[in-house]
């Protein structure tokens, strides 16, 4: 026998009912290792639900809530297990506040002013009457302390709420009847919701609250009178002009509606901080893409109303638009005194307005009436 040989043959080799042992027991060590890691992956997501004051797919509203989910989804990569629900499929729209204020759900997506009846205050984290438009509102929420008043009202009812999404000035509405003056708007029923609806009270119309996917049927029908929307784009889905002629504009209740993300506070302040800052992120970036949306969309769709279905553009008056303003300083008056922070915010609101508004003057306004004027737009 060789030298090799006998070094082979000395050699301890495990026997095979060793080898198949210790296989056995590495193979136990990595079952317990991949089922301990099962829960942790599990643990480690965030089911979020979402409900909402919109129709399911209804385009730029709907749709921008339904992106913000699903954005969401994809900045966590899976990791936010997102359900989305639109107005009916889980609570009526109205109901959506109270759900997540509960806690019966983890966010919603709406315009505030819808709770107005909870606090006069919310009127002004949406768009009040003559108040700001989108660049006004994104300025004074980030930067003018609107963002701490928000959060002030938000608290009190145990949330706490982001920018996430805007429709930008308004559309004064949709009427079957001239309006020539404040007076032809007496008796009339009038869907319109937030301060924009007590002015109209003011003056002698008699406004309707109504989720979106109601009001044609109530146009129709002749339960209202007349409506506000949204904007040329959405108003054409939604078929008004089958119902009225007359297309007024520019709308004085919202010049720049503020769409929010409404979370339960308890459930967003029990997360990381930097799940904290990916809801904001994405709700701030959905701020930016609707309203990018609807700025493009808009003007083809208002020329269809007209070349296409016949409305009539109609503006309003001066002095109905002075009528307008007077009769927003009296709800004002009633908003202030209804409490200290009403007070705070409108005083705030006001400075934002005359300061970024004046800047807003000489630079958008006056740019694009120039480059209009110029060009011959």
């Given at each position: 026998?060789?030298?090799?040989?006998?070094?082979?043959?000395?050699?301890?080799?495990?026997?095979?009912?060793?080898f198949?042992?210790?296989?056995?027991?590495?193979?136990?060590?990595?079952?317990?290792?991949?089922?301990?890691?099962?829960?942790?992956v599990?643990?480690?997501?965030?089911?979020?639900?979402?409900?909402?004051?919109?129709?399911?797919?209804?385009?730029?509203?709907?749709?921008?809530?339904?992106?913000?989910?699903?954005?969401?989804?994809?900045?966590?990569?899976?990791?936010?297990?997102?359900?989305?629900?639109?107005?009916?499929?889980?609570?009526?729209?109205?109901?959506?506040?109270?759900?997540?204020?509960?806690?019966?759900?983890?966010?919603?997506?709406?315009?505030?002013y819808?709770?107005?009846?909870?606090?006069?205050?919310?009127?002004?984290?949406?768009?009040?009457?003559?108040g700001?438009?989108?660049?006004?509102?994104?300025?004074?929420?980030?930067?003018?302390?609107?963002?701490?008043?928000?959060?002030?009202?938000?608290?009190?009812?145990?949330?706490?709420?982001?920018?996430?999404?805007?429709?930008?000035?308004q559309?004064?509405?949709?009427?079957?009847?001239?309006?020539?003056?404040?007076?032809?708007?007496?008796?009339?029923?009038?869907?319109?919701?937030?301060?924009?609806?007590?002015?109209?009270?003011?003056?002698?119309?008699?406004?309707?609250?109504?989720?979106?996917?109601?009001?044609?049927?109530n146009?129709?029908?002749?339960?209202?009178?007349?409506?506000?929307?949204?904007?040329?784009?959405?108003?054409e889905?939604?078929?008004?002009?089958?119902?009225?002629?007359?297309?007024?504009?520019?709308?004085?209740?919202?010049?720049?509606?503020?769409?929010?993300c409404?979370?339960?506070?308890?459930?967003?302040?029990?997360?990381?901080?930097?799940?904290?800052?990916?809801?904001?992120?994405?709700?701030?970036?959905?701020?930016?893409?609707?309203?990018?949306?609807?700025?493009?969309?808009?003007?083809?769709?208002?020329?269809?109303?007209?070349?296409?279905?016949?409305?009539?553009?109609?503006?309003?008056?001066?002095?109905?638009?002075?009528?307008?303003?007077?009769?927003?300083?009296?709800?004002?008056?009633?908003?202030?005194?209804?409490?200290?922070?009403?007070?705070?915010?409108?005083?705030?609101?006001?400075?934002?307005?005359?300061?970024?508004?004046?800047?807003?003057?000489?630079?958008?306004?006056?740019?694009?009436?120039?480059r209009n004027?110029?060009?011959?737009?």
């Amino acid at each position: 026998m060789s030298k090799k040989d006998k070094t082979l043959k000395g050699t301890k080799t495990p026997s095979r009912r060793k080898f198949f042992k210790v296989a056995a027991a590495t193979g136990v060590a990595a079952v317990a290792a991949s089922t301990l890691a099962a829960p942790a992956v599990a643990a480690d997501r965030v089911e979020v639900a979402i409900v909402t004051t919109w129709p399911r797919d209804f385009p730029g509203l709907g749709t921008g809530a339904q992106r913000f989910a699903k954005r969401l989804m994809d900045m966590s990569d899976g990791r936010f297990q997102v359900k989305y629900f639109a107005s009916g499929e889980r609570v009526k729209a109205f109901d959506s506040f109270d759900e997540v204020a509960s806690g019966n759900a983890q966010m919603y997506h709406a315009a505030d002013y819808y709770w107005v009846g909870k606090d006069k205050t919310w009127g002004y984290f949406t768009a009040v009457p003559f108040g700001l438009t989108y660049t006004e509102v994104n300025a004074w929420i980030r930067f003018g302390g609107g963002q701490q008043l928000w959060d002030e009202l938000a608290g009190k009812f145990g949330l706490k709420n982001f920018l996430c999404g805007n429709t930008g000035v308004q559309m004064g509405g949709w009427f079957n009847k001239k309006i020539n003056s404040a007076k032809d708007l007496k008796g009339l029923k009038m869907r319109i919701p937030g301060l924009g609806g007590q002015v109209m009270a003011k003056l002698g119309a008699s406004p309707v609250s109504l989720p979106g996917g109601q009001i044609y049927e109530n146009l129709v029908s002749g339960a209202i009178d007349a409506t506000e929307w949204v904007g040329p784009w959405n108003d054409e889905i939604m078929k008004f002009h089958e119902a009225a002629k007359y297309y007024y504009y520019p709308g004085m209740h919202e010049p720049g509606s503020l769409l929010a993300c409404g979370c339960n506070k308890s459930w967003l302040t029990s997360l990381s901080k930097s799940d904290q800052l990916m809801i904001e992120a994405a709700a701030s970036m959905e701020n930016d893409v609707m309203m990018s949306e609807y700025n493009a969309k808009n003007g083809a769709a208002l020329s269809r109303l007209i070349n296409d279905h016949g409305v009539k553009l109609m503006k309003f008056n001066d002095k109905t638009y002075d009528a307008f303003a007077g009769a927003a300083e009296e709800v004002f008056a009633e908003v202030v005194a209804s409490s200290d922070l009403a007070a705070r915010t409108h005083k705030s609101m006001t400075k934002a307005r005359k300061d970024i508004g004046g800047w807003a003057k000489l630079s958008d306004q006056a740019y694009v009436a120039q480059r209009n004027r110029a060009l011959g737009v």
